[in-house]
């Protein structure tokens, strides 16, 4: 729920702002006097303030500026019975949003009240798609059982607020399909707020997920607003939250339960309405019996419950995740796009274990891209690139020889097919096989045609 901090001296103007904001779905904090709209502002994570210029005490125009110093995201609309167009551009330099003059037209309050807010969405929406993009979070799309499995799921628990637990090893992509969620979610116009728990020291991990006041502890110079309410109306992702501290596990369970919480140093609950995705690479029930993780808290994260295969369980996808990654760098880098040999094909797809998982594999192809001076990736450069290689080589002992080789070839032609675009002729032609040979493959190996 948005928050709108109206101050004004005026009661009847205060009541009526109240009232009519409410109405739309608001909640609404009341200040008759600067220094108490200053107060408010610093215990409460406001969203839009409604800000009388002829105030007791501290005037509007001080207050604006100390808000703005302060809180860079917070959406200051001036009020006053006193407008002139001077004093609307000092405002809106000093960084008003908009200036309204009394008496005040209802209808046009709510407007603007409605737009400051989608502005501070779209702000955030904006960092949010910068970071996106910055960090290639994608889904590839695979042919592999466990793959289409994965989708179907997804399809089908992304429209609801059911919480989702993603389980896998680390480079699986749980990320890309927490993303991949709320984007297909009726959130998703709204911020998607990553948490890594590893990486933050659990001494501060109360003061990100929840945010803190103003002099909570040393250090803190101004109000922070926390992860959950950043990703209020949104979704909340929590990767690696067998990281978290029990303390902190208690206190995101409250969160989970009554949908409110208190920033650090402050004792006004603030009511978010939020979805929780949260995922680890750890087995959570052997952490529940060492006393690691909160079983009341596993639980209520674990309502659809999502595990993402390793790569070298679903090996069909890898000549699909080798091509968009060859394709992808190529244009990334603006560089000629390279193309892999039989051999060293054969040892991505067939030999190699991948212990990194998807990021290890996008890593080498972008590794490969720069580094490969000539137009072909050799076995060699694939060797040179990957150390240790021979502490992850795969032998499936669970089929023959002539399943291995067919699945082999099967996933070849695949690769082919796709590079041209399912088209027979040219695939015959860079198989180096007659059109007609390519079709009873195609037919005998089960592959299907896209179009």
Same mark, same amino acid.
């Given at each position: 729920? *948005?928050?709108?901090?109206?101050?004004?001296?005026?009661?009847?103007?205060?009541?009526?702002?109240?009232?009519?904001?409410?109405?739309? +779905?608001?909640?609404?904090?009341?200040?008759?006097? +600067?220094?108490?709209?200053?107060?408010?502002?610093?215990?409460?994570?406001?969203?839009?303030?409604?800000?009388?210029?002829?105030?007791?005490?501290?005037?509007?125009?001080?207050?604006?500026?100390?808000?703005?110093?302060?809180?860079? #995201?917070?959406?200051?609309?001036?009020?006053?019975?006193?407008?002139?167009?001077?004093?609307?551009?000092?405002?809106?330099?000093?960084?008003?949003? #908009?200036?309204?003059?009394?008496?005040?037209?209802?209808?046009?309050?709510?407007?603007?009240?409605?737009?400051?807010?989608?502005?501070? %969405?779209?702000?955030?929406?904006?960092?949010?798609?910068?970071?996106?993009?910055?960090?290639?979070?994608?889904?590839?799309?695979?042919? %592999?059982?466990?793959?289409?499995?994965?989708?179907?799921?997804?399809?089908?628990?992304?429209?609801?607020?059911?919480?989702?637990?993603?389980?896998?090893?680390? +480079?699986?992509?749980?990320?890309?399909?927490?993303?991949?969620?709320?984007?297909?979610?009726?959130?998703?116009?709204?911020?998607?707020?990553?948490?890594?728990?590893?990486?933050?020291?659990?001494?501060?991990?109360?003061?990100?997920?929840?945010? /803190?006041?103003?002099?909570?502890?040393? +250090?803190?110079?101004?109000?922070?607003?926390?992860?959950?309410?950043?990703?209020?109306?949104?979704?909340?992702?929590?990767?690696?939250?067998?990281?978290?501290?029990?303390?902190?596990?208690?206190?995101?369970?409250?969160?989970?339960?009554?949908?409110?919480?208190?920033?650090?140093?402050?004792?006004?609950?603030?009511?978010?309405?939020?979805?929780?995705?949260?995922?680890?690479?750890?087995?959570?029930?052997?952490?529940?019996?060492?006393?690691?993780?909160?079983?009341?808290?596993?639980?209520?994260?674990?309502?659809?419950?999502?595990?993402?295969?390793?790569?070298?369980?679903?090996?069909?996808?890898?000549?699909?995740?080798?091509?968009? /990654?060859?394709?992808?760098?190529?244009?990334? /880098?603006?560089?000629?796009?390279?193309?892999?040999? #039989?051999?060293?094909?054969?040892?991505?797809?067939?030999? /190699?274990?991948?212990?990194?998982?998807?990021?290890?594999? *996008?890593?080498?192809?972008?590794?490969?891209?720069?580094?490969?001076?000539?137009?072909?990736? %050799?076995?060699? #450069?694939?060797?040179?690139?990957?150390?240790?290689?021979?502490?992850?080589?795969?032998?499936?002992?669970?089929?023959?020889?002539?399943?291995?080789?067919?699945?082999?070839? *099967?996933?070849?032609?695949?690769?082919?097919?796709?590079?041209?675009?399912?088209?027979?002729?040219?695939?015959?032609?860079?198989?180096?096989?007659?059109?007609?040979?390519?079709?009873?493959?195609?037919?005998?190996?089960?592959?299907?045609?896209?179009?």
């Amino acid at each position: 729920m *948005k928050t709108v901090l109206v101050v004004d001296d005026e009661k009847h103007i205060r009541e009526t702002l109240k009232d009519v904001l409410e109405d739309e +779905g608001y909640e609404v904090l009341l200040a008759d006097n +600067g220094k108490r709209g200053l107060e408010i502002l610093e215990g409460n994570m406001i969203d839009v303030v409604l800000l009388d210029l002829w105030l007791p005490e501290i005037g509007g125009m001080e207050v604006l500026n100390r808000a703005r110093e302060q809180y860079s #995201d917070l959406q200051v609309i001036i009020i006053s019975g006193h407008g002139t167009i001077e004093t609307a551009v000092r405002a809106t330099k000093m960084g008003a949003f #908009d200036f309204i003059e009394k008496p005040l037209s209802l209808e046009r309050v709510i407007n603007l009240v409605d737009h400051a807010v989608k502005i501070n %969405s779209l702000q955030k929406e904006n960092i949010e798609l910068r970071e996106k993009s910055q960090k290639n979070y994608f889904m590839v799309k695979g042919v %592999s059982k466990a793959f289409k499995e994965t989708e179907s799921i997804i399809d089908r628990c992304a429209e609801s607020n059911s919480r989702v637990f993603l389980t896998g090893e680390n +480079g699986t992509g749980k990320e890309v399909i927490a993303r991949k969620i709320h984007e297909k979610s009726s959130r998703k116009n709204a911020p998607f707020i990553p948490v890594n728990c590893a990486a933050i020291p659990q001494t501060l991990i109360e003061a990100e997920l929840f945010g /803190y006041e103003k002099g909570a502890f040393t +250090g803190a110079v101004k109000n922070k607003r926390g992860k959950f309410k950043l990703a209020d109306t949104g979704t909340i992702f929590l990767d690696e939250i067998a990281d978290m501290s029990l303390e902190a596990q208690s206190k995101v369970l409250r969160v989970l339960e009554e949908m409110q919480f208190e920033q650090v140093g402050g004792v006004t609950p603030i009511k978010i309405d939020v979805r929780v995705i949260a995922a680890t690479n750890k087995d959570l029930v052997a952490e529940i019996k060492k006393g690691g993780f909160r079983e009341d808290l596993y639980y209520r994260l674990n309502v659809v419950p999502i595990h993402i295969q390793p790569l070298r369980e679903r090996r069909e996808d890898i000549p699909q995740l080798i091509e968009y /990654y060859l394709d992808y760098f190529a244009k990334e /880098y603006n560089k000629k796009r390279k193309s892999i040999s #039989d051999e060293a094909f054969r040892f991505l797809h067939s030999v /190699y274990g991948w212990p990194g998982n998807i990021r290890e594999l *996008k890593n080498l192809m972008e590794r490969l891209s720069i580094l490969t001076r000539g137009e072909i990736i %050799s076995f060699q #450069d694939v060797r040179n690139n990957i150390p240790h290689h021979g502490d992850h080589l795969i032998i499936d002992r669970s089929i023959s020889l002539k399943e291995a080789k067919e699945n082999f070839e *099967k996933n070849f032609i695949i690769s082919a097919l796709r590079r041209n675009a399912f088209n027979i002729t040219k695939s015959a032609g860079e198989l180096k096989i007659e059109r007609s040979n390519l079709y009873k493959l195609v037919k005998r190996l089960g592959i299907e045609i896209e179009k």
